[in-house]
């Protein structure tokens, strides 16, 4: 049963005790009930949050994200173009661990209906890339989660082992993860601070002049240092934007430029399907399973004449390696010092793979970063997207770990064009 507005105005009280609540609402977050939420009014002017986990997952999520938010000292957040939640005070409900911040003015857009343009997807683009530029140190201090490249890649081969040995999943998908993943080149990056898999709707939006800007970032609970593709694998349930979001995040970043960027986070937004699938069997749920067997169908369908690297070319390295094995010219003549000039631009950067699902036929002025959607029509069992509104409407809960899964894997291939 929820808890009254009431009862959690007086967990403020006991969080702040020189405090005084002269004002108290429900706040509706679409996080299927997993946290109790409520809006007060301090007789000090400010409005705080008060949230209070249902359940040990729950739990477990907002301790993170506490954490995460004690990391951002102030010398941190001052790097940051955008607000973060301010952390004031902890308190126990029912045993259960409640914490109060900050109250964040502001509104969300869901990832399907991201506009392209100037605006809220340049404005997102740019402020993963701000996160990402934000010192390991913040992250490492801290003692949060780190992973080098080669950790990553580790993960993802012991994830599709677990789900091979299932047997469920389509041989042809499989192929396509495993041919991906045994890609050296798709694994060259450079691990930077992540938010751990945010979204579109992670990000708070305010009309500045008339122009949507990126004004704060509620989800921080996945703060780690790993992979920067991961925060950018819901781009593939927003292909009107897509284009907007990458170029924007590329002109603002720090770190060197990463041809494989949007292939990894291709393959993380699809390997949303294999997580659910996992998930569904470690809880011994079949009616899980059957939904994440038919996501992977319809996938395998989708990408059937899709290869995730075969419009990459060769990279840098590649290269140089194809021009130590050609052989040089016998010198005649001419003794004077020459020097064979080298312009990596001349050899271009590996192109991103095509459009999902796309046909070998297909007319060249299609998009090819563009992902194609699957048809969800068949799934009775997906989840509702969250609303969109202000933070009081939106939160920055997902819903419980099953339903978090399976409404990632449909935010990123349900969208329509």
Do not use: C, K
């Not at 949050?49 to 477990?60: G, L, Q, S």
């Not at 690297?309 to 040089?328: F, I, N, T, W, Y």
């Amino acid at each position: 049963m929820a808890r009254s507005p009431l009862t959690l105005a007086a967990s403020v009280t006991s969080a702040l005790p020189q405090a005084g609540v002269v004002g108290v609402r429900a706040l509706t977050e679409g996080a299927a009930g997993r946290f109790d939420t409520a809006v007060a009014d301090l007789d000090d002017g400010r409005r705080v949050v008060i949230r209070v986990p249902n359940d040990a997952t729950a739990e477990r999520e907002l301790v993170a994200q506490s954490r995460a938010l004690r990391a951002l000292t102030p010398g941190v957040r001052a790097l940051l173009p955008f607000r973060a939640p301010e952390p004031l005070g902890e308190a126990t409900v029912d045993g259960m661990r409640a914490s109060v911040v900050d109250l964040m003015d502001g509104y969300r857009v869901d990832a399907a209906e991201l506009p392209p343009g100037r605006g809220a997807a340049t404005g997102i683009g740019a402020a993963i890339a701000a996160l990402h530029a934000l010192p390991t140190s913040v992250v490492r201090v801290e003692g949060l989660p780190v992973q080098t490249s080669d950790q990553v890649r580790a993960e993802i081969s012991r994830l599709l082992d677990r789900v091979a040995a299932l047997h469920r999943i389509p041989v042809p998908l499989l192929r396509r993860w495993s041919h991906a993943t045994a890609a050296d080149r798709l694994w060259r990056f450079e691990a930077t601070v992540v938010g751990g898999g945010i979204g579109a709707e992670s990000f708070l939006i305010a009309d500045v002049a008339g122009v949507p800007r990126v004004v704060g970032l509620f989800d921080w609970h996945g703060l780690a240092v790993g992979d920067p593709a991961v925060d950018l694998r819901w781009l593939a349930s927003a292909p009107a934007a897509a284009d907007d979001v990458f170029d924007a995040y590329a002109a603002a970043g720090v770190h060197a430029p990463d041809a494989a960027l949007r292939t990894r986070a291709r393959l993380y937004a699809e390997l949303e399907f294999a997580r659910w699938l996992v998930h569904g069997d470690d809880e011994q749920r079949d009616d899980i399973v059957d939904d994440a067997v038919a996501l992977l169908e319809a996938l395998s369908e989708s990408v059937r004449d899709d290869d995730l690297l075969e419009d990459e070319g060769p990279d840098v390295d590649d290269a140089l390696s194809l021009l130590e094995r050609m052989p040089q010219p016998r010198a005649e003549v001419d003794t004077s010092m020459q020097t064979d000039a080298f312009d990596p631009a001349d050899l271009g950067e590996y192109a991103d793979t095509g459009r999902l699902g796309e046909t070998r036929d297909v007319e060249p002025s299609i998009d090819p970063d563009a992902t194609a959607p699957i048809d969800m029509s068949s799934w009775s069992g997906a989840p509702r997207s969250a609303e969109r509104g202000s933070w009081d409407d939106a939160g920055d809960e997902h819903a419980d770990e099953a339903t978090r899964a399976s409404d990632a894997a449909l935010r990123r291939w349900a969208a329509s064009e």
